[in-house]
């Protein structure tokens, strides 16, 4: 199985939003509302942001949303903050397996 | 409140391999914790998340299709540990690797500390 594809890089400004793609196949990302999304500062363990495409686990801001359509899944930050600079890596279960996209590093400018 | 801690090896030989054990905190495997599964999740320095393999309570696994050749996940319900094997490591298995968790489908909400895996001669 291959990667999701995310862009490598993203910036954006305080204040304003972004948003992360992430695609895959009919056979994960299109077949399964098993998408989800984790925030990786370096240095340390990813953290949990979003699960089944748009849901929010308890105290994640809700300037965190996720959206999927097709074969695509997003991830969209509102009121971009400067503690919102991170990789970002979405997820998605393929059957009996689960597959990782190749990561997006978000600069806030 | 469920915690996972981890220990290992952290530096191999090529053709060596690769073990790590993971212990859970917080109830036990097949009571209040049964209906997680139980992961294990790398990142090569600098790169991206890879998705291991997982296990639940019962000792049914999963793996990447990429690895399952050399791969085991067993787990030790007594003990509410799991554990990690992979055979003939190459300079390619360096990473940090992570145990983890989940409840739902590929929603991991839970990481361990990792630990860094370093292959070489």
């Known amino acids: 199985q291959s990667a999701l594809t995310q862009p490598r890089s993203l910036s954006g400004s305080p204040g304003q939003s972004v948003t992360i793609s992430c695609t895959g196949t009919s056979s994960d990302v299109g077949s399964y509302n098993y998408v989800s999304w984790y925030q990786q500062h370096p240095g340390e363990a990813p953290k949990f942001m979003i699960y089944d495409v748009n849901k929010r686990p308890s105290g994640v801001p809700d300037r965190f949303s996720g959206f999927k359509s097709g074969n695509t899944a997003s991830l969209t930050i509102s009121g971009l903050q400067a503690e919102d600079e991170a990789d970002y890596y979405c997820?998605?279960?393929?059957?009996?397996?689960?597959?990782f996209g190749g990561g997006t590093k978000l600069t806030v400018l | 409140q469920v915690q996972l801690q981890q220990w290992g090896a952290g530096l191999l030989k090529p053709s060596e391999t690769l073990s790590l054990t993971c212990a859970v905190y917080g109830g036990p495997f097949s009571g209040s914790l049964r209906d997680y599964y139980w992961s294990w999740i790398r990142q090569p320095p600098g790169k991206g998340l890879e998705w291991i393999g997982e296990i639940n309570h019962s000792g049914s696994a999963n793996y990447n299709p990429s690895l399952k050749s050399r791969v085991t996940i067993s787990i030790d319900t007594s003990r509410n540990q799991f554990s990690l094997t992979l055979n003939s490591v190459t300079a390619a298995d360096t990473a940090m690797y992570y145990c983890a968790s989940r409840v739902v489908p590929a929603a991991v909400g839970l990481w361990g500390q990792g630990t860094l895996v370093t292959v070489s001669s």
């Open positions: 997820c998605s279960y393929a059957g009996s397996y689960v597959v």
